[in-house]
């Protein structure tokens, strides 16, 4: 069976990357949740002063239930801020809530590749649960010496699998760009300052890692498949 073959070894510096990538984001959030920043307001102030300050007083700013689970709807164009960001002011909540912000104001300026994560963002969900069943079904096929329809479903898989990869192509410099926009907030509104500059970096060039990863993953996974359909 393909899911004990040797190109499995493909994985292991992605994994190795996702499990540093999780270590950093939470190290510098626990870190820097215990800095509270001199300006004193809450994840749920800074947010609304960006999007005020920018013209966006019709994006609503709400809580959600969770840990690291803030984010920017663009579909309901409102932001949702965790339990360990709405309420507090240290420099690890405002990094978080002024990334959430970069979001709500690509929106607003039609930023490019933000347009096109959300156009694609429904299909790929969709073809991402579709693929691994086509995949397991196609090899199956082939193994019971079915070939021509056991390469057909592959190959579907395949491309299907491959929408996952430009999908997360798409979504990091999308938050690279978000969080570059939220750095420019906070000190064009005086909002962080000195160290707390560097702490809002650090938090959000871990939550960056993140994707970094999940781009690596997504990458090996289909060299994987490639080289799996390749020898079949």
Request: aromatic letters at 8%; a neutral charge.
């Amino acid at each position: 069976m393909f899911y004990f073959d040797w190109t499995m070894i493909l994985l292991i510096p992605a994994v190795l990357l996702t499990f540093l990538a999780q270590g950093r984001v939470k190290s510098a959030f626990a870190r820097y949740s215990q800095v509270p920043s001199r300006c004193g307001m809450t994840g749920e102030q800074v947010a609304r002063r960006i999007l005020d300050s920018n013209g966006l007083m019709d994006v609503p700013v709400g809580y959600v239930q969770g840990s690291l689970t803030d984010h920017y709807d663009p579909r309901s164009r409102d932001i949702k801020l965790s339990d360990d960001v709405y309420a507090s002011n240290s420099v690890a909540a405002i990094a978080v809530a002024a990334h959430e912000c970069g979001h709500a104001l690509q929106h607003s300026h039609g930023y490019s590749l933000l347009v096109i994560r959300n156009t694609i963002a429904g299909p790929v969900s969709f073809v991402s649960m579709a693929s691994w069943p086509l995949l397991i079904v196609g090899i199956l096929l082939i193994q019971m010496g079915n070939w021509q329809t056991g390469n057909l479903l592959f190959n579907i898989g395949v491309i299907a699998f491959a929408a996952v990869v430009v999908f997360h192509l798409v979504t990091l410099p999308v938050e690279l760009n978000a969080s570059s926009r939220a750095l420019k907030q906070l000190e064009s509104e005086g909002i962080v300052a000195g160290e707390e500059i560097a702490g809002a970096k650090k938090v959000l060039s871990a939550a960056a890692l993140t994707y970094v990863a999940a781009l690596a993953m997504a990458v090996a996974q289909l060299l994987r498949l490639l080289l799996i359909r390749g020898r079949n």
